[in-house]
Structure formats: structure tokens, C-alpha cells
């Protein structure tokens, strides 16, 4: 079925444009869409080829965002971390891949935040979130029982490491955990 174009979508959703609009730019800044020369949007593929870069520099950022959040943490951070830790084991054990990566995105964007530096918890951000997308294929190959396996409680050592302000040991529990998530092959 071929859509009619956006102002079909308008008039069956009873919306203006500019969310319409607002929604796409959005979506094309997280690299989730792109624009084909004809204008016509469509979902951005997943190019496995790119797979190794990617991980190097989701690495290199995590480890900066975590040591920075591990020298320049506050109180709230830790709590909310925590929070965000305990959320995330509870999507591990109940929810869908889709809540799990939500819960995932959330806690490492509290620890990009905790680290006090806009830029980079920008980048960090914008890597996560094309994390979520190789991350889902991951998920979904397991069941529930290897889910908990392998995902629970992971957040937890980030949060002890950050709240004793060990700067190494934070490096090293964002590099394993990168290798662990994404390469099965922790480092």
C-alpha cells in the first residue's frame, strides 16, 4: 500500500504540520530516518558493515562519559542512577526489548549527565541511541531466562564505581560492559 503523502497523515490524524515536521527533524537528527533525493522519508537501514567503528567509538565515549561522571558526580546523580538501575533490571525481567532499551538509554544518559560536560553527553547520547537500534538484535535473540543472565545487575557496578569516585574502575566497568553487550568478547 502506498501512502498518498503527508497530508493524508494530516487529515487522519486531525494534526498540523509543524508536529509532523517536528517529529521527522527529530527523528532524522538521531539518525533514525534519512531523505531520499525525491524527499521521501524512510526508516534509516542498519549497516552491519559499520558494526566495529561504531563499537570502538561507543567505547571510547563511554568510558570518557563514565570517568567524567565518576570525578564530578553529585549526590542526585548517584540517587538517580541507582533508580535508573533498579528500573532497568525490572524491564530485564518483565518487559519487552523495546522497554529494555529504553530503560538501558535512560540510565547511561544519567551517567553522560552525571559527568557535568554538555558535549560530551551530546555525542554520548547520539551514540546510544544508534545503540538501541544494533542493541534490539541483540535483545531479542534472548529469552527471558538469558536476558536476566546476562543483563541484570550490570548497571549497578557503574553506580558503586561512580559513587566511590574510582575514576580507573569506572573506566573499566564501561569498557567490559561495552564488550560484553556488543562483542560477547569482554576485554
Known amino acids: 500500500v502506498r501512502s498518498r503523502g503527508l497530508g493524508d497523515v494530516y487529515k487522519r490524524q486531525a494534526v498540523s504540520r509543524s508536529p509532523i515536521r517536528e517529529a521527522l527533524n527529530r ?4 539518525r533514525l530516518v534519512e531523505t531520499l533525493p525525491n524527499r521521501t522519508t524512510i526508516v534509516a537501514q542498519v549497516d552491519l558493515r559499520d558494526f566495529a567503528p561504531f ?14 561522571a565518576a570525578q564530578n558526580r553529585q549526590d542526585a546523580d548517584v ?5 535508573l538501575a533498579e528500573a532497568f533490571n525490572e524491564s530485564v525481567d518483565e518487559a519487552t526489548a523495546l522497554d529494555i532499551l529504553q530503560a538501558n538509554f535512560a540510565f ?3 551517567v553522560g549527565d552525571a559527568g ?3 558535549y560530551v553527553a551530546r555525542q554520548y547520547r547520539e551514540l546510544l541511541s544508534e545503540a538501541r537500534r544494533l542493541l534490539h538484535i541483540h535483545v531479542q535473540s534472548l529469552d527471558t531466562v538469558n536476558r536476566r543472565g546476562v543483563m541484570r545487575d550490570q548497571h549497578h557496578d557503574f553506580v558503586d564505581a561512580i559513587e566511590a569516585r574510582d ?3 569506572a573506566d573499566a566497568i564501561a569498557h567490559a560492559h561495552t564488550c560484553l553487550l556488543y562483542t560477547s568478547d569482554a576485554a
Open 27 to 30: 527523528l532524522l537528527a538521531e
Open 55 to 68: 563499537i570502538l567509538a561507543l567505547d571510547v565515549q563511554q568510558r570518557l562519559a563514565t570517568r567524567l
Open 79 to 83: 540517587k538517580r542512577m541507582r533508580h
Open 108 to 110: 547511561h544518559v544519567a
Open 116 to 118: 557535568r560536560n554538555p
Open 167 to 169: 575514576v580507573a574502575q
